[in-house]
Structures are given as C-alpha cells and as structure tokens.
C-alpha cells in the first residue's frame, strides 16, 4: 500500500502506465466490469436491466447518458442519509462540493476511496513523466493550497471541495512525501478559516524556506497569480516579520500563530536580501525565481479558462518553465500530462484507462463553423469508445466512474491529439455548456478568450492591461446583445477603451453572430468597464458562500440565475461603450 512506500520509483510507475495503456480497449472493458460488478446492488443499475451484464454492448444498450440534474435525486437521498445502495454497492460517506462558479450554485458529487485512489494515481504518473524532464530531489514545494473545513450534512456525511476532500486525506500527505515534494507550509496554514491569512504564511513559509523550494504550484493558474499579485502589496511587511521574528497582527488565527512562531525566527540578513531583491525587480517581472533560486518550473491547471491568466504568469515566472496539470472535474479525473515539456497552450492528457470507463460524442467535422453548429446537438451522435476516437477530430467525454456516476456526461469538449500506445491524448478545447448564443450565434469560452486577447493589444501600448473579464447575454434589449465587463490596470482614454470595444465585436468570427450583427438581428456589443477590486468582490462572495481559492473559477459566462454576481459586476460599471464595428 502507498503508507508503506519507501521512496518514490519514477521508472516502475512508467512502466506500469505503459503496460496499461498498451492494451487501452481490454483494461477498459476490464474497468467497466469491475465498476458493474462492485456496484450490481445499487439501486439505480437495478432499474436499468442489465441483469448481471457487463459488457460495454449491454451497458450502452441498457444504461442512458446523463446530465447532474438527472442524478440529482439520488445524490439528494444520499446527502439527506439514505445508507441504502442507491448509486454505488457500498455505502457513500463523503460529498465533494463543485466550485459552483459556472451556474452560480454548488452541486454535490459522490466522493469514496476509490476516487481518491485514481486521483493520487493521476498525481504519481504525471509526477513519474515531469520529474523525468524536470528533477526535483529532497526539495519542498511552495503550494498556494486551501482546504475549507469538511461539514457534515444533515444525513450525517463528510462534505467538503473536492480539493478539500483529497488534502485531507493521510494517502495525499503520504503521496507528496513520497515524491519529494512536500508543502512547505503546515496543515494549520492549509486549513486555515481565512484565504487571506493563509495565502500571507503560504508566501512567508516559501521565504523562509527560499532555497529548498523547487517547485510553486497551485491547483489553478489563478491562484498562483493572485498569490503574486498579492504579493506586490504586502512584501514589506513580510520583510519586517522576518527581520524581527514576528508574525503580523493581521494574521489573528490563534493556531495559525502558534504554528508560525515555530517557524519564524529573527533574519534581519535574509529580510535585507529579499527587500533588495524586490526592491531591483521590474515591474515584479521574474519574481518567482529572483525569490527562489532553486525553483525548476510552476505548475498547475493552465487549460481552459486558467489561459487567460498565462501572460501574467510568465511575467511572473521569468524564464521558469509553466507545466500545466492534470485533467480532471469535481466528478473525477481523466487523464495525466506526460509530456510537461509541452507549453501549457499546447497541453495533452493521456487518458488513464484504469480508472473509470470513457466514452466520446463525436462533434462531426473539424471546420470550425461545423464545430460550433454540432457543440450544442452532439447528443443525436452515437457515442464510441476509448480506443476509436479519431485524431484531430472534437468529442465530448461521458464518464463512468467508481463512485457512482454512470455514462455521465461531463460537459467538456476535447480534440484527439494524437495517441500513447492505445489510449488517446486529448487536447481541452471548451465547456459544451459555456455558449454566448442569441439566435443562430455561437461563440465558446475560447471564442470568447481569443476576442479578450484580441482586444487586449489595443491597451498593450497604453501599457494597460486585462486583470480579468466575463460576460454575458442581455436579451432584455430588443435585439439582445452581449455584454463583456472588464478590469483593467489602469486608466485609459474613451477612444482607446471605445476601439477595445469594437475590436471584441470584430473577433467574434462565428459566422452564426457576423449575419447577424450585419442584418442587426443581434444588437452592438457593449463593453462594460468595472471598478478596480470587482472581480476580487467576485471572489469574497464564492469565498463566502463555502468555496475556496484554489478551486476558484472566474464564470466567464454568468448565467442569468447567477443573480449576486451579476449584481456586483452592474454596480460596479464606471465606464460603458457599444461597438460601431458593424456601422
């Protein structure tokens, strides 16, 4: 078991992945009939008459494709205390929490052992492939980690983030100690009741340690950035904490405090080294490994919506390699990154065929208008299997997992990058259910994230840029229009902010949305601009109604139900301008 490993074999672990995915189609139908075997007895396989079946022909015949909402009322029996088998053979007594920042609310997903044990899996592969490009030896990791406290619900469950659930497990403690790369701060920083608090000793833990940090990591790209920018502000007052010995007032957590006085000793050399440090900086450019000398890349989730924050990050990562992290959901994880050489724009994840069973819906054709019509009616396509995706062609993955989710569709569309031996390596490319539509308009996250970065050159020479961005459609105008608000750095001239605007309406190159701008059938886009401090406004209200930082997403699209975050971004607009891209 992991409890008793030694130290961490690199080599067996590729080899173990390499035997596993050479043979991708059998281990699959071998993970699919253990799945059914385990959990025969549940009560939602009973009512779809597999009658004991386990292959994948009678397990697609029988068992229908799902959404969360189609699940809802068995997870609900589960959390209110139902100890019956009702989704999986053996009880479930841990709910993880999803970020709740798509839709605007959280939803419960069945966590159990073996989920944790596919997890700290995925952890020991990519660790075995990016510590073969990238050794790290007898170092620590400065990780910008944060687990909410586990609650009990009202029938008598462990709930937490699925982040949450994975720290605080003795196995993930095991796990990083195996691979050398232990958290340079303690569980009481980890689990601290205030991010802030926390994120403050998770920077003065990597000061204090500077030279055995190896690695900076965090769960999403946003975390580490924001870690940073936070960093800008309070330097000076961790430079005096180091040079007395004495941790700040403002840190008021008593078990916090007692921990850090452990820690924190007088430096008044090393305060001295860092302010000149800082103080010879660039604009904070290369501010990671001007800290920490031994520091051999960054890492953490940069696909999908982190893209946004690469820019910053590589300013702040100097020359530092970026290694973007695994593929995974609040459901579960898919696959590992086993070529972190990769940059994270261009990231694959090769699909562990072991733990969970996978299907894909093919979004006909490569071309991307043809892409964009399929996104929304893939569900008339028959799903196929692992091993017959095809390169270069768009899917959306349904899972199958250990904790009772079955042909559960996760709602992200991936392209088929190529293959290792026999298991595909997918490339994310969008959330299915992320769409900026009006009429015959249909614009993706990425569609979205490419007009931003497109419009975001028009402030480069004003030396301005896009702290953060979202949407949305406003169909309460007669024709409806969409909506982008953004936070930028600094001031800019109506004009210059007045060509961002019509530089994002030009971006938009679904042909859906260029029609119908041309015959007015979809009205001018309208840039919002917000006050500084918006989107962390954003962030204190996922904060304050249970999530954490490192599972926290910005919505870059905000549903019309996500009422409080719509709130905060209109009364927060100082600044407002339709495009005239379109005459």
């Known amino acids: 078991m992991l409890e008793k490993m030694e130290e961490f074999k690199a080599e067996k672990v590729i080899d173990e992945f390499e035997e596993l995915t050479k043979d991708a189609?059998?281990?699959?139908?071998?993970t699919l009939k253990k799945i059914l075997e385990d959990n025969a007895s549940a009560e939602y396989l009973q009512k779809q008459g597999l009658n004991g079946r386990t292959d994948p022909e009678s397990y697609e015949a029988c068992v229908p494709l799902v959404t969360h909402?189609?699940?809802?009322?068995?997870?609900?029996?589960?959390?209110?205390?139902?100890?019956?088998p009702v989704l999986t053979g053996k009880p479930i007594k841990?709910?993880?929490?999803?970020?709740?920042?798509?839709?605007?609310?959280?939803?419960?997903?069945?966590?159990?052992?073996?989920?944790?044990?596919?997890?700290?899996q995925i952890y020991r592969t990519s660790f075995a492939f990016r510590?073969?490009?990238?050794?790290?030896?007898?170092?620590?990791?400065?990780?910008?980690?944060?687990?909410?406290?586990?609650?009990?619900?009202?029938?008598?469950?462990?709930?937490?983030?699925?982040?949450?659930?994975?720290f605080s497990s003795s196995q993930f403690k095991t796990t990083m100690k195996a691979i050398e790369?232990?958290?340079?701060?303690?569980?009481?920083?980890?689990?601290?009741?205030?991010?802030?608090?926390?994120?403050?000793?998770?920077?003065?833990?990597?000061?204090?340690?500077?030279?055995?940090?190896?690695?900076?990591?965090?769960?999403?790209?946003?975390?580490?950035?924001?870690?940073f920018r936070t960093f800008e502000q309070v330097w000076e007052q961790l430079c005096a904490d180091i040079r007395d010995g004495v941790l700040t007032k403002d840190v008021t957590v008593p078990s916090i405090r007692a921990v850090m006085s452990k820690l924190l000793k007088p430096n008044p050399e090393l305060a001295e080294r860092i302010y000149k440090k800082c103080s010879g900086l660039s604009n904070w450019y290369g501010v990671i490994p001007a800290l920490f000398p031994n520091v051999k890349y960054v890492y953490g989730i940069m696909t999908g919506s982190m893209e946004p924050y690469l820019k910053k990050l590589r300013h702040y990562a100097g020359d530092l390699p970026l290694l973007s992290a695994d593929y995974g959901s609040s459901e579960g994880w898919i696959g590992a990154n086993i070529n972190p050489k990769l940059p994270p724009e261009l990231a694959t994840y090769a699909v562990l065929p072991n733990i969970g069973y996978f299907e894909f819906i093919p979004l006909r054709g490569s071309a991307e208008e043809d892409r964009?019509?399929?996104?929304?009616?893939?569900?008339?396509?028959?799903?196929?299997?692992?091993?017959?995706v095809k390169i270069g062609e768009e899917y959306e993955i349904i899972v199958t997992n250990f904790a009772g989710l079955y042909r559960y569709r996760l709602g992200d569309v991936v392209k088929i990058a190529g293959f290792h031996n026999m298991t595909p390596k997918l490339q994310f490319v969008c959330r299915r259910n992320l769409l900026l539509t009006i009429n015959i308009d249909k614009n993706t996250e990425k569609d979205l994230q490419l007009a931003v970065e497109a419009a975001a050159e028009v402030l480069a020479p004003e030396k301005v840029e896009v702290v953060d961005f979202t949407s949305q459609v406003d169909k309460l105008t007669d024709p409806g229009h969409y909506v982008i608000f953004w936070e930028i750095s600094g001031e800019v001239s109506d004009e210059v902010s007045s060509e961002c605007c019509n530089c994002l309406d030009r971006s938009f190159v679904d042909a859906g949305y260029i029609s119908s701008r041309k015959v007015n059938t979809i009205g001018p886009l309208e840039l919002r601009l917000v006050r500084r401090g918006t989107f962390q406004k954003i962030l204190d209200h996922y904060l304050g109604?249970?999530?954490?930082?490192?599972?926290?997403?910005?919505?870059?699209?905000?549903?019309?139900?996500?009422?409080?975050?719509?709130?905060?971004?209109?009364?927060?607009?100082?600044k407002s301008h339709f495009s005239t891209a379109f005459g």
Not at 25 to 30: A, D, K, L, M, P
Not at 76 to 81: A, E, Q, T
Not at 199 to 221: D, K, M, P, R, W
């Open 25 to 30: 189609g059998r281990v699959q139908r071998e």
């Open 69 to 84: 909402p189609d699940l809802e009322p068995y997870i609900k029996r589960i959390v209110d205390g139902d100890t019956s």
């Open 94 to 120: 841990t709910m993880s929490l999803s970020s709740g920042t798509t839709q605007g609310k959280q939803k419960y997903v069945p966590f159990n052992d073996e989920l944790l044990e596919t997890t700290l």
């Open 131 to 166: 510590n073969r490009e990238f050794p790290v030896r007898n170092g620590m990791a400065l990780q910008f980690i944060y687990g909410s406290k586990q609650f009990k619900t009202e029938g008598g469950l462990f709930a937490g983030t699925a982040t949450t659930n994975v």
């Open 181 to 227: 790369s232990p958290c340079c701060s303690p569980d009481e920083v980890i689990f601290g009741p205030y991010f802030r608090q926390s994120l403050y000793c998770h920077l003065l833990c990597g000061l204090i340690h500077h030279n055995e940090i190896q690695l900076v990591s965090s769960t999403f790209a946003h975390s580490i950035v924001y870690a």
């Open 372 to 388: 964009q019509d399929k996104i929304q009616s893939s569900f008339e396509s028959k799903p196929v299997g692992l091993t017959e």
């Open 545 to 574: 109604i249970g999530g954490v930082l490192s599972q926290y997403k910005t919505p870059r699209c905000v549903n019309p139900n996500n009422s409080m975050v719509l709130q905060i971004l209109c009364s927060n607009v100082v």
